[in-house]
Structure formats: C-alpha cells, structure tokens
T-cell receptor, first 115, second 116 residues
Framework: QKEVEQNSGPLSVPEGAIASLNCTYSDRGSQSFFWYRQYSGKSPELIMSIYSNGDKEDGRFTAQLNKASQYVSLLIRDSQPSDSATYLCAVNTPYSGGGADGLTFGKGTHLIIQP | ETGVTQTPRHLVMGMTNKKSLKCEQHLGHNAMYWYKQSAKKPLELMFVYNFKEQTENNSVPSRFSPECPNSSHLFLHLHTLQPEDSALYLC???????????????FGEGSWLTVV
C-alpha cells in the first residue's frame, strides 16, 4: 500500500517569512515527486517536480528530496498572502515500465500566510 | 487554462439518474486519468488510460464506468450513485516517458458532483 503523509495544518506563517512544507512516503521504489498547489474550490496546479536527491529551485520555491529518508519538502521564500492554499505532495511509483501509472497524493497541508 | 477541459463543471443528480462527465485534453498527451477528491481525504486515483487502453481500475465500484474513445477524450458514466459519491471529480492527462523519469500530471478544473 503506497502512502504519502503530510501534516494537514493549518500552518500559519507571517508574510515575508519562509514557509516549510514536509512530506514522507512509504514506497522506496518511488521515483518522481511533485508539489501541487490547490486553492479552495479549484483544481490542483503543478508547482514543482523533483527526481534526484538534493535541492531544486524555481523562483521563490525550492523542493528538497532525500530518498534515503523517504522525505520531500517544499520551501517558499518571501511568503505572500497569495501563497495561502493547500499544498499537495504527490509521488509516482511506477510498476509498469514506461507506462502511465498515476500519482499517489497526500492529504495536503493548509498554509496560511498572515499579512 | 490548463489544456484539460471538463464538462459539466457542476452536476446535481438523483440516485436513479444516469449522467456522464466529459473530459478533453488539448496537450497531445497519451495518458488520461480520473481522480476523485472528497472532503478531508486525499485525491484518489480511479482509472488510468494509456493510448486509449485502460491500465488501471483502482477498485472502483461498477456504478462508475469510464470510456476512452481516443487519447484526447475521456468520459465517466455515472449510474445509480450514492450520496457518498458526492465529490470533486478531476480529469488529468500526462505524456508518459517524458521528463527525467517523471510522469507530470495536469488537471482539469474538475466537475463538482452532488448526489441527492
């Protein structure tokens, strides 16, 4: 059973500070890792993807992956009120070579940026 | 605009009705998915289609019936649903094998379903 765990929050962060979101996964065969942002009443939108151990930066966002610890994180620098949303961690664990396997999602962390 | 279009955006149906959700993707992808999102639960993968062939049915009740006539279109036929089936149904697409081993999924806006 593939599992992705996130703290549901809410996580409250002052505007301008760094928001840190964490995720753990159960399947060591997982190869691809994603962070999606979901505003209330909207569908998830992709923010970051990461496949290799280490850090990946894109603007104010940094994804961190540690496969040995089965841990993925997302850092948001200079947090803005518009960053307030639910952040979903998703993991792809392929079991059929080259095919479409779908993603396993965590429940999401509700982030609130306080002005 | 994500390139994945779902209709209708909102649907209210009785337990004895038959209705369908439609999804169309304009991204040239070969894989399409149905996900279900209920309150306080993680997104649940329902069905996966790759090159029009169903590759996964995640133990979904038979009252949900998918159809994929081609790589750009995906339907979810609904019949004799239960109130607990009320949820946001999300269609998504991807291009398997692209990226650095990834399988990035792009979602449509979703169809809000209420079963009364």
């Amino acid at each position: 059973q593939k599992e992705v765990e996130q703290n549901s929050g809410p996580l409250s962060v002052p505007e301008g500070a760094i928001a840190s979101l964490n995720c753990t996964y159960s399947d060591r065969g997982s190869q691809s890792f994603f962070w999606y942002r979901q505003y209330s009443g909207k569908s998830p939108e992709l923010i970051m993807s990461i496949y290799s151990n280490g850090d990946k930066e894109d603007g104010r966002f940094t994804a961190q992956l540690n496969k040995a610890s089965q841990y993925v994180s997302l850092l948001i620098r200079d947090s803005q009120p518009s960053d307030s949303a639910t952040y979903l961690c998703a993991v792809n664990t392929p079991y059929s070579g080259g095919g479409a396997d779908g993603l396993t999602f965590g429940k999401g962390t509700h982030l609130i940026i306080q002005p | 605009e994500t390139g994945v279009t779902q209709t209708p955006r909102h649907l209210v149906m009785g337990m004895t009705n038959k209705k369908s959700l439609k999804c169309e993707q304009h991204l040239g992808h070969n894989a399409m998915y149905w996900y279900k999102q209920s309150a306080k639960k993680p997104l649940e993968l329902m069905f996966v289609y790759n090159f029009k062939e169903q590759t996964e049915n995640n133990s979904v009740p038979s009252r949900f019936s998918p159809e994929c006539p081609n790589s750009s279109h995906l339907f979810l036929h609904l019949h004799t649903l239960q109130p607990e089936d009320s949820a946001l149904y999300l269609c998504a697409s991807s291009q398997p094998g692209t990226g650095d081993g990834g399988n990035t999924i792009y979602f449509g806006e979703g169809s809000w379903l209420t079963v009364v």
